[in-house]
Structures are given as structure tokens and as C-alpha cells.
Antibody
């Protein structure tokens, strides 16, 4: 049973870079797409982007200039970096398996942008 | 700003049926498969329906999906208190650099 676990700072200062890691356990990161999705407080889901295990990526056009998703197959992990954050980036951040269908999700991690 | 529109809320009594609509256009729903997710309070979303009308293993047949033109619909029959949750549709949009998009979300309340 594949499980995903997000990790990273829960508080980030405005203008800094948000960095999160998703660790995949119970299965290999290879041969799948892996995504990041976020949910601002009280709002709906927003797709951030995905990465294939080989390294190819696709990002939300509205975030593309600030987002980098990378993969480390040796650690069975993939990561999210979001630069120049503002209060609008405050959200629960989920990692998930898939590029269009998300059959496995992490529990989510709350990131607050505040000084 | 989501490109997929859902009603903010729907409600019904236990045992009854509800339907949730997801409206898009030819760049998204009209030419791509739709999936549906259930998000119980305080938890991560869960895949309910994929490829318009298929259920993953373990999803009861009380949940069904359909698509017609540029709209999709999720149906829930035999409503249970445990179905009280937020529901989201999802697909991808070829006009947005193949971005993945979600609906605005619908809160289902069991009266």
C-alpha cells in the first residue's frame, strides 16, 4: 500500500521560498507521475504541478514563474519549491500520485506565510 | 479562479439522492475525461470517479458519474450521514497549457 507523507516548515516569511518534500513509502517512485496540489483555508483545490519520475514537469501557468518540482529517485522523494511567497500562498499543501487522476494522497501539510 | 463551475451546496435527507453538476467548456470537459473527489472534513481528497463514470476499487455503486457535452454530473443515491463532505470535479484544460483544473467544489449536507 503506497503512502505519501509531506514534510517541511509550517511557517514561511513573505518573499522567501517555500520548500516541501513528499516521501513515498510502500512502493517505488519510478514509473509514475507525482503532483502537488494546494488548498487555501476555506477554499477549493488548486493544482500546482507534476513531475514524472524521469524528471519531466508541467506547472500551473499561474504559478509557473515561481514553481520548481524535482524528484530524487534514490530517496523515493519529490519536492516542491515556491519562491517569493505572499500571504496568498498560505494553504494546505498535498502531494499525490498521478498527473490527472490522483488515486493516492498525502495527509497534507499546512503552510502559513507570515512575518 | 476555477474554470469548472459547481453549485456551492446541495442537500437531501438520508436515503435520498443528490446530483452535483460540473460545468466547463470544449477546452476542458468537452474533450477530456472527468474525475470526481470526495473530501471529508479535515482530510485529504479521495478519488471517487475517473474517466467520467468508472469507480476505483472499494467505491460503492451508490456513487455514479456521467458526462454530456461540456458538463459532468456526480450522483449519490441512498444518501448517508457519512457522505457529508465537499466534492470536486477535475479534468485538464487544453487552452491553459494542458493545466489540470478542479471545480469550485460542492458541499453536500445530509439533512
Amino acid at each position: 500500500q503506497v503512502q505519501l507523507q509531506e514534510s517541511g516548515p509550517g511557517l514561511v516569511k513573505p518573499s522567501e521560498t517555500l520548500s516541501l518534500t513528499c516521501t513515498v513509502s510502500g512502493g517505488s517512485i519510478s514509473s509514475y507521475y507525482w503532483s502537488w496540489i494546494r488548498q487555501p483555508p476555506g477554499k477549493g483545490l488548486e493544482w500546482i504541478g507534476y513531475i514524472y519520475y524521469s524528471g519531466s514537469t508541467n506547472y500551473n501557468p499561474s504559478l509557473k514563474s515561481r514553481v520548481t518540482i524535482s524528484v530524487d529517485t534514490s530517496k523515493n522523494q519529490f519536492s516542491l519549491k515556491l519562491s517569493s511567497v505572499t500571504a496568498a500562498d498560505t494553504a494546505v499543501y498535498y502531494c499525490a500520485r498521478g498527473d490527472l487522476l490522483y488515486g493516492v494522497w498525502g495527509q497534507g501539510t499546512t503552510v502559513t506565510v507570515s512575518s | 479562479q476555477s474554470v469548472l463551475t459547481q453549485p456551492p451546496s446541495v442537500s437531501a435527507a438520508p436515503g435520498q439522492e443528490v446530483t452535483i453538476s460540473c460545468s466547463g467548456n470544449s477546452s476542458n470537459i468537452g474533450n477530456n475525461y472527468v474525475s470526481w473527489y470526495q473530501q471529508l472534513p479535515g482530510t485529504a481528497p479521495k478519488l471517487l470517479i475517473y474517466d467520467n463514470n468508472k469507480r476505483p476499487s472499494g467505491i460503492p455503486d451508490r456513487f455514479s458519474g456521467s458526462k454530456s457535452g461540456t458538463s459532468a454530473t456526480l450522483g449519490i443515491t441512498g444518501l448517508q450521514t457519512g457522505d457529508e463532505a465537499d466534492y470536486y470535479c477535475g479534468t485538464w484544460d487544453s487552452s491553459l497549457s494542458t493545466a489540470r483544473v478542479f471545480g469550485t467544489g460542492t458541499k453536500v449536507t445530509v439533512l
